[in-house]
Antibody, heavy 115, light 105 residues
Framework: EVQLVESGGGLVQPGGSLRLSCAASGFTFSSNDMHWVRQATGKGPEWVSGIGTAGDTYYIASVKGRFTISRENGRNSLYLQMNSLRAGDTAVYYC?????????WGQGTLVTVSS | SYELTQPLSVSVALGQTARITCGGNNIGSKSVHWYQQKPGQAPVLVIYSDSNRPSGIPERFSGSNSGNSATLTISGAQAGDEADYYCQVWDSSWVFGGGTTLTVL
């Protein structure tokens, strides 16, 4: 059974940093592109970042230079390093596996940026 | 940037057919995915690549895509189909529609 479990969310002050993790199991992690998608309360999902099987990375414009996505295939783990956080980054952050579409999602981890 | 337009809400009588549209410039040339999201839960893929159902998704869910509009069709809507539905495409980045709330009356 495919499982994705996020962790690392929490309350952080504006300008602060957080590192999100996503532990994957039940599939060959190295064979799939992986993504982070966020969703603010009452809003639709917003794609944030993705990483290919070759380590190629992609970001939405609003997080470029502040967020860094990475993966550790030996640990079946996906990460999102978030720096210079802003109030607008407040959301539930999901990791998602890409196959055709995003076919598996984690339960999400809440990031709150507030003073 | 590419925009996807969905109606805010769609209502359907129990057992009838619901159609949720997703508009975008020449969306027919793109591959559209659809997600269902219930309150407090992560999105679930219900249609991929315009018209394909993942394993475990009921046959009453179907999709089509042509021209400037893609459509998610739910035939014989059930109470359990009440949810928010989002379309998604790739256009230099992954783009989601604003979402449609389906109400089953």
């Amino acid at each position: 059974e495919v499982q994705l479990v996020e962790s690392g969310g929490g309350l952080v002050q504006p300008g602060g940093s957080l590192r999100l993790s996503c532990a994957a199991s039940g599939f060959t992690f190295s064979s799939n592109d992986m993504h982070w998608v966020r969703q603010a309360t009452g809003k639709g999902p917003e794609w944030v970042s993705g990483i290919g099987t070759a380590g190629d990375t992609y970001y939405i414009a609003s997080v470029k230079g502040r967020f860094t996505i990475s993966r550790e295939n030996g640990r079946n783990s996906l990460y999102l390093q978030m720096n210079s956080l802003r109030a607008g980054d407040t959301a539930v952050y999901y990791c998602a596996r890409a196959s055709v579409g995003f076919d598996y999602w984690g339960q999400g981890t809440l990031v709150t940026v507030s003073s | 940037s590419y925009e996807l337009t969905q109606p805010l809400s769609v209502s359907v009588a129990l057992g009838q057919t619901a159609r949720i549209t997703c508009g975008g410039n020449n969306i027919g040339s793109k591959s559209v995915h659809w997600y269902q999201q219930k309150p407090g839960q992560a999105p679930v893929l219900v249609i991929y690549s315009d018209s394909n159902r993942p394993s475990g998704i009921p046959e009453r869910f179907s999709g089509s895509n042509s021209g400037n509009s893609a459509t998610l069709t739910i035939s014989g809507a059930q109470a359990g189909d009440e949810a928010d539905y989002y379309c998604q495409v790739w256009d230099s980045s992954w783009v989601f529609g604003g979402g449609t709330t389906l109400t089953v009356l």
